[in-house]
């Protein structure tokens, strides 16, 4: 099959991945659905099927030099393979809580101080136990997108679960959009960057699929840094605005608002002096502190929100490494695996935000420093977000996007980029259509060993594999230049 194909093909299986969801994902509570044995074999196929497409357009693209008609088949892929998600039933139970969450805006009550609960009935009984009682941790737009979304369905849950997938969509085009444009900038291989994130099973089963919040902010947070990409103080304002509007989806976004102003000594045609470097942090902040407090105020939510985001998250998983010192710690102890959230827990995760905070700002540092460098800045980014993702309270598998979607602008060696190409193998396979995660499960070990195997020999480089050098194809310009 040529490379070209490769995206129809995608966009086929995924086709009947998304018929197959309507008998094994996480459907209404009073569905039964009949024929789950052929849905879960269609759906597995599927996705074996969906993930070898992309293994396969990533060898084709790690065997070339990169050029315009690479990128463009790279861009397809991600857009065609993602769209018939759209019609899919939830993979997962984030639609049904988002939904939830924006019924109980409705009713008038404070999201940040009560959970979906608070408001009984069809949208309610949707929402998992786990996060039933448990306050919004997300930002007030995407709150009061939540609450339009259940105002428009109508009284009901799986019409607005279904509204509330299409910002995932459009944070995918933003995405495609800011990738190609910091590429064209920095002079990596766009094709090599869409593909790791952009067009990975994992954007496309569980980001859009799933229909996470998590890639509008992305979205939103990526245009931002290819606008500060552009010269001029007024690129610095308008990014760090942008970006804001995406930590007002949901909080990691903050991180892409404090590298605009390293991404942006990068990508001017000035020196990085100490004195443009203080400009350009007044001028992000100024920027960020207004679009904050204006769309906070507009909205009418409040900063509740920020209180939420912390160490008091009761899912315990070992994909957060301070979860995995406490779950190693109780099993050294002879405790077992800690089911629910205790002091050594708490204690776990407060060092790791700890470690994380220290982390981060020794990143951004770093790249102000190495401003000079060119494409340095994206790459610590990208270091950045993987950090806030493991070293989280609570991760989940699609975290890792916000590291992978901006990774491949930066990675120059084949063994590190095969290494972040296991990730998107493991993770889509890790978790079960209906949100079941098998990370605590026996079956895990054999997941992460089949998923590294299968991409070593999918990636595996040829005697004359070229290097991964920038397209010698200059991309598309950034609008307005």
């Known amino acids: 099959m040529s490379a070209r194909a490769l995206p129809v093909a995608a966009g086929a299986v995924a086709a009947l991945m998304a018929g197959a969801s309507w008998s ?43 050029s315009a008609a690479s990128r463009r088949v790279a861009h397809r892929f991600a857009l065609i393979a993602a769209a018939p998600m759209l019609a899919a039933a939830p993979f997962g139970r984030d639609l049904w809580a988002y939904a939830a969450q924006g019924h109980l805006v409705g009713t008038g009550r404070d999201p940040y101080h009560h959970g979906p609960a608070a408001a ?4 309610a009984d949707e929402v998992s136990a786990r996060w039933l009682h448990s306050p919004s941790p997300y930002g007030p737009l995407w709150l009061r997108f939540s609450q339009f979304a259940a105002w428009a369905s109508h009284g009901h849950p799986i019409v607005a679960a279904l509204v509330l997938r299409a910002p995932a969509y459009i944070g995918l085009l933003l995405c495609c959009w800011a990738v190609g444009a910091l590429a064209a900038r920095f002079g990596a291989r766009a094709d090599v960057a869409l593909w790791l994130g952009s067009a990975s099973p994992l954007m496309t089963v569980l980001g859009v699929g799933g229909g996470h919040n998590d890639l509008v902010m992305l979205g939103l947070a990526l245009a931002g840094l290819a606008l500060a990409a552009r010269p001029g103080w007024s690129a610095v304002a308008g990014a760090a605005a942008l970006a804001s509007a995406g930590a007002l989806i949901k909080s990691p976004a903050a991180i892409v608002v404090a590298f605009i102003v390293p991404v942006w000594l990068a990508a001017g045609r000035e020196p990085p002096t100490v004195r443009r470097a203080g400009g350009a942090v007044a001028t992000a902040l100024a920027a960020a502190v207004a679009t904050l407090s204006a769309l906070t105020g507009l909205t009418g939510l409040g900063f509740g929100w920020v209180t939420k985001v912390n160490s008091d998250a009761q899912w315990v998983s070992w994909l957060s490494l301070p979860s995995a010192a406490a779950i190693f710690g109780k099993w050294v102890s ?28 020794l990143l951004w540092l770093l790249a102000v420093r190495r401003a000079r460098e060119r494409g340095t800045a994206v790459g610590l980014l990208a270091l950045a977000l993987g950090v806030a993702a493991v070293l989280g309270p609570s991760v989940q598998p699609w975290y890792y996007l ?72 200059a991309a598309p310009p950034l609008p307005g230049r």
């Open 402 to 473: 916000w590291a992978l979607t901006v990774a491949g602008l930066a990675v120059r060696d084949r063994r590190a980029l095969l290494a972040l190409a296991a990730v998107p193998v493991v993770f889509t396979v890790m978790i079960t259509p209906s949100g079941k995660g098998w990370e605590s499960d026996w079956r895990a070990p054999l997941v992460v060993l089949g998923g590294v195997v299968v991409t070593a020999l999918a990636l595996r480089p040829g005697r004359r594999s070229p290097p991964l050098a920038p397209e010698p194809v």
């Open 120 to 123: 009984p009935g069809r949208f």
């Open 24 to 66: 094994i994902a996480a459907l209404p509570v009073a569905w039964h659905p009949e024929h789950r044995t052929l849905g879960t074999v269609v759906y597995y196929v599927g996705l074996a099927l969906l993930g070898g497409s992309w293994l396969v357009l990533g060898r084709t693209l790690l065997t070339s030099t990169g």
């Open 334 to 361: 002879g405790e077992g695996h800690p089911r629910r959230l205790d002091d050594t827990v708490r204690v776990c995760r407060t060092v790791g935000e700890l470690i994380a905070v220290v982390a981060l700002a």
